[in-house]
């Protein structure tokens, strides 16, 4: 019996060798990193645009290196199959496996159709129903309208990447993402990218991950240094909707350095826009999250950390060799809670933290607010804050007008709404009591009530009138008598 082998299934390295080149690719990507980043510099902007082209151009090498080889692997069981005739079932269920191989290879394998509506139905195929379930319980007042809201994330790190992964599985309605970094084999111990992505910038391999999880979210992706001058103008326009006001309703800082967070507090002054800004420390045992409205809240500006205030460039305190700590749980936490803020911002439930501190040493979570400097050394802040407060009586006006408004509606509407539970309000001066007139004394065939029924003593037990007290002893004892004879 001769079986017939192609060339192509005696050379089972040719898939791994088309691995390998990318590897090589990449690794000569990251080895040029240096001179790549000083030749952008020119363009006074840092992206990492080729990184992430020669990723997806050896993901394609590599998916078609693979097609060809289960091509290949068919062709081969075919001819083992026509070759002998003992089990041609093991052939076939053999080649029913590399069928389903290949479909798993296949763009877009495994991944879910968009929702058009969020529904509360509980099934196991809404992945919406158990958010939708904080509006059923009267949590949130309209949970569908997340998807109305634009958040920007700068930073795709340790704490932006696990806040883009969380507003992703939340349904928010667009989500941009910013950064120049690539992603590199270090960023494991935190980030939910995977090993496959090295080399990709994080903007792209971050939508790459986040459209699989949740294809309803629209993300953008900028692959960009803010801190440049041609970055700041990219950065600021692409936030803008129309001129001079922000197309997104909320900014996410979640940077490293304290050189791009004044860049975001700038872009955020001159734009009149609301952020939020968080942070890990150094030894990764603590961190914070901040709200920061301009002319209403300090900005980073009014009160900055000592490196800041210094003038110190904090790139010349860092050594070679030396890295801060990095915990993925501490990462997670700050995280979360930088979400969770942002969720009852957007959907105004709860109470937004102005300033949330967290200690894991000692399970310590400080809060404070933090008013703005009229000092303060950034002139678009202090103009914000002049316009503040000069639109103090219009929101103090609309204030009150809501709060009337809100109980007018209160008192008119019912004591408790109709939900699915039947659950109703019933006041307590109208409970019914019940009549013992109406009980029945019916039994089943074969009972009898052992003792008379209780409404058959109608006589009372004691005299309407009672006997006035004798006098004395002999009208005692004639009552007595008068007793012991009945």
Known sequence: MSISISSRARSPSYAASTGQRCRSKRGHLRASSAAAAAAAEDDDILGGGGGGSIARECEEEVKSAMEEELRSLLQDLESFKLSTSDRPDLVDQMKQRVVRIGDLAKPGAGKRSKVK??????VDSNPYSRLMALQRMGIVENYEKIRDFSVAI?????????????????????????????????????LFFRPDQVGMTKTDAAVQTLSDINPDVVLESYSLNITTVKGFEIFV?????????SGVDLILSCVDNYEARMVVNQACNELGQTWMESGVSED?????????????????????PLVVASGVDERTLKREGVCAASLPTTMGVVAGLLVQNTLKYLLKFGQVSPYLGYNSLKDYFPTMQMRPNPQCSNSACVERQKEYIQSKPARDAAAKAKMEADASAKSEGPV????????????????????SSNTSDRLPDGLV???????KYTQPLVAEEASPIADDLEDLQRQLDALNAS
């Not at 704490?159 to 590199?184: N, P, Q």
């Not at 990764?284 to 900005?299: D, M, N, R, W």
């Open 117 to 122: 509506d969020m529904s509360a139905e509980v």
């Open 154 to 190: 700068v930073g795709i790190g340790g704490v932006g990447s696990v806040a883009a992964e969380m507003l992703t599985r939340c349904g928010i309605g667009r989500l941009l993402l910013y950064d120049y970094d690539t992603v590199e084999l270090a960023n494991m111990n935190r």
């Open 237 to 245: 326009e692409s936030l803008k909707e129309k001129p001079g006001k």
């Open 284 to 304: 990764a045992v603590s961190g914070h999250i901040q709200l920061l409205v301009p002319g209403e809240t300090a900005c980073f500006a009014c009160a900055p």
């Open 416 to 435: 408790h709404l109709d939900n699915e539970w039947n659950i109703s309000v019933v006041d307590d001066n109208e409970v019914d009591v019940p009549n």
């Open 449 to 455: 009530h052992e003792l008379p029924s209780a409404d």
